[in-house]
């Protein structure tokens, strides 16, 4: 039981799954304008101190920016997203997958940056919910 997780000394790294880390490099690659500016404050621990990643894959999704300790997602949306019905069906993934989801509208981001990191920050300090339940 002590080398379940090992394999010839090493422990076992999941593996790549090559197209989806295609395309979040290549999404990270080509963030609009509202994602890259909302990167320029989350990275670095940012907001509070937290980590961020962005363009992360979760599932069969790929979230612009996750902080994995708060099980935390933020996406940066235009105006395709309006009464897009696919959202509602990925953000009912998410939450039975126990990740809380905040959307913030490219213009919101752009225009209002100090309102979109307050949100951000009393997220953060809610208690995430347990990955277990």
């Not at 593996?15 to 690659?29: G, I, N, S, V, W």
Request: proline share 5%.
């Amino acid at each position: 039981a002590r080398n379940a997780g090992r394999v010839r000394g090493r422990f076992r790294m999941r593996k790549a799954d090559e197209p989806r880390t295609k395309r979040a490099r290549d999404l990270r690659r080509h963030a609009t304008s509202a994602e890259s500016f909302l990167w320029q404050k989350l990275r670095a621990r940012g907001v509070l101190g937290y980590k961020f990643v962005r363009q992360e894959p979760i599932g069969p999704y790929t979230v612009d920016f996750i902080c994995r300790d708060r099980r935390l997602i933020i996406e940066v949306d235009g105006g395709q997203h309006a009464g897009n019905p696919q959202d509602l069906v990925r953000d009912a993934w998410l939450h039975a997958h126990n990740y809380r989801v905040l959307r913030f509208w490219n213009n919101d981001v752009l225009s209002n940056i100090s309102g979109v990191l307050e949100v951000i920050a009393a997220a953060l300090a809610e208690a995430p919910p347990h990955p277990d339940r």
